[in-house]
């Protein structure tokens, strides 16, 4: 099980559930487990072209993260983290 650690400005997909364990070997799988329980979800985090979007960052065992492909291990900590922006 890998433990996933969501942000707020997820809320309103999540339900407000901030984290929660799941199985993936990969980010991609990750991110295909969070969209079965979590409808919609997925686009949020992924782009058309199958890519982490720009404004959400991915720390896998506390390292930032981009590729999908990306292993996960068992006892990991995803945490996604979004980018705030202002002026």
Request: no cysteine.
């Amino acid at each position: 099980m890998v433990r996933v650690v969501l942000p707020s400005l997820l809320d309103s997909y999540t339900e407000a559930r901030r984290e929660l364990e799941l199985e993936a070997t990969t980010l991609a799988e990750a991110f295909a487990a969070l969209e079965a329980r979590f409808p919609g979800l997925r686009f949020r985090l992924v782009d058309e072209q199958g890519r982490l979007r720009r404004h959400i960052n991915a720390f896998v065992g506390g390292q930032l993260v981009r590729d999908l492909q990306t292993p996960l291990a068992a006892g990991q900590t995803l945490q996604l983290v979004g980018a705030l922006s202002g002026g």
